[in-house]
C-alpha cells in the first residue's frame, strides 16, 4: 500500500511501535487488530491459516503476488497480456 507504519499504526488506533514489532519480530496481535490489519491492507487470511499451502510458492511468487495487488485494474490487464504473450511464445517454440 506504499504505508508507512505510523499511518497503519494511526488507522488501526495502536503505537507505531506495535506495528513493527508485528512486522519485524512476528508479535502476534489480538484478533481485533488482526482483522483491522488484513482488511485495510486487503490480505488473504489463508496465508496465516493455511501456512503449509504457502511456504511451497516460491519466494519469487510472493514478491509477484504482492506487486500484483498494489495494481490497479488497467495495469493488471497489461500483465495478463504480457503472460498470456509468453505462454503463446513457449508454446509455439515448443511445437504445441
Same mark, same amino acid.
Given at each position: 500500500?506504499?504505508?508507512?507504519?505510523?499511518?497503519?499504526?494511526?488507522?488501526?488506533?495502536?503505537?507505531?511501535?506495535?506495528?513493527?514489532?508485528?512486522?519485524?519480530?512476528?508479535?502476534?496481535?489480538?484478533?481485533?487488530?488482526?482483522?483491522?490489519?488484513?482488511? &485495510? #491492507? /486487503?490480505?488473504?487470511?489463508? =496465508?496465516?491459516?493455511?501456512?503449509?499451502?504457502?511456504?511451497? %510458492?516460491?519466494?519469487?511468487?510472493? *514478491?509477484?503476488?504482492? &506487486? #500484483? /495487488?498494489?495494481?490497479?485494474? =488497467?495495469?493488471?490487464?497489461?500483465?495478463?497480456?504480457?503472460? %498470456?504473450?509468453?505462454?503463446?511464445? *513457449?508454446?509455439?517454440?515448443?511445437?504445441?
Amino acid at each position: 500500500m506504499g504505508w508507512t507504519q505510523e499511518h497503519l499504526a494511526q488507522l488501526i488506533d495502536r503505537t507505531s511501535h506495535t506495528v513493527m514489532y508485528m512486522e519485524t519480530r512476528g508479535q502476534h496481535p489480538s484478533l481485533n487488530v488482526f482483522y483491522q490489519v488484513v482488511t &485495510l #491492507l /486487503d490480505i488473504s487470511v489463508d =496465508r496465516f491459516f493455511f501456512t503449509n499451502r504457502h511456504n511451497k %510458492e516460491s519466494e519469487r511468487r510472493q *514478491r509477484i503476488d504482492m &506487486l #500484483l /495487488d498494489s495494481l490497479d485494474e =488497467r495495469e493488471l490487464s497489461v500483465i495478463e497480456a504480457t503472460a %498470456e504473450g509468453l505462454k503463446k511464445s *513457449r508454446e509455439i517454440e515448443s511445437g504445441k
